[in-house]
Nanobody
């Protein structure tokens, strides 16, 4: 059964950093575009960053580009989101997604809570 599992969330002070891992299983990891999304209370889910099977990265909002970095390790079936200079507005549930659009494969994790507060 295909699944992606996130971890690494928690409480962090403003200005701090977190690194979120996501591990995929049950599918051909290297063929999928891996992405991180987030959803804050009362807001729609938004793209944070993506990395496709060739390693090409796409960022979401401009405000995230300089602070958040996505990376993948296909040998370990893992994608990471490195988040630096975190601010209270980054508080959200962060979701990992694996997608192979050509074949309609789309897998979501359960999410991991990130709270930025002093």
């Amino acid at each position: 059964q295909a699944q992606v599992v996130e971890s690494g969330g928690g409480l962090v002070q403003p200005g701090g950093s977190l690194r979120l891992p996501c591990i995929g299983s049950g599918f051909t990891f290297g063929r999928f575009t891996m992405s991180w999304y987030r959803q804050a209370p009362g807001k729609e889910r938004e793209l944070v960053a993506s990395v496709d099977s060739a390693g090409r990265r796409t960022s979401g909002a401009d405000s995230l580009k300089d602070r958040f970095t996505i990376s993948r390790d296909d040998a370990k079936r893992t994608v990471h989101l490195q988040m630096n200079s975190l601010q209270p507005e980054d508080t959200a549930v962060y979701y990992c997604n694996a997608r192979w659009s050509q074949y309609g494969y789309d897998y979501w994790g359960q999410g991991t809570q990130v709270t930025v507060s002093s």
